[in-house]
């Protein structure tokens, strides 16, 4: 027997049925045509597969949207900081460069940088002008030192020399005023005249051997024409 309520199935002769409890009519039974192959969709056993969930499609792509949504932000804020790295360091390279060439400008617009290079580019010791301002500068606040530091001229690393800063010298006194440029350096010296006379001066450190100093490397050219130029004058006397 069917029930009328649930549709289930029950024996023949049952009074009420085993699922839902309802009464049973006797006279529906089995006996009556019943096409089973008809689905109940009332049943739950028979779901209506052709029933599509829209609900359930649309959270999905829903869900997807918010996905790529957030991949392309953060594409974005991690692309703007990589470019604005970039910029702040072509910022700082330019900066960099533009005081460069601003030092430079300064350097040539120089007079004493100017006139020493053209000095150089002569090399005339004689026409070297002795009204040069850094020149006289140095030479006048470099007098004290020549007696307080026990310097025959202290001035003889920093500007060129002329015959006017060697008068009145002897040539002894010429070779250690020479040598004074090296002993600057600590180079030692093999003479040991020259290491009694550097050895009682109190600025004098002897730390590299002759051997081992290097006139190209270790002097400037101020320097390198300087002991020339006191060397052939040394010479000549």
Known sequence: MICKRCNHINNDGAKFCIKCGAPMDENYSQSQNINYNQPNYNDYRYPNNNQTDWAQIIK???????????????GKQFMGNDNSDVATQS???????????QGSSQSNTDPAYN???NYTSKNEYNSYTNNNEYNSYTRNNSSSSNKTGGYIISYSSDVLLTSSDIQGLSKQQLRYARNEIYARHGRKFQSQDLRNYFNSKSWYRGVIEPSNFNDKTMLTNIEIKNIQFLKSVEDSM
């Open 60 to 74: 999905i792509i829903i869900g997807t949207l918010v996905v790529v949504a957030v991949i392309v932000l953060l």
């Open 115 to 117: 006139e020493y290079n």
């Open 91 to 101: 910022e700082q390279a330019a900066s960099s460069s533009n005081q460069q060439s």
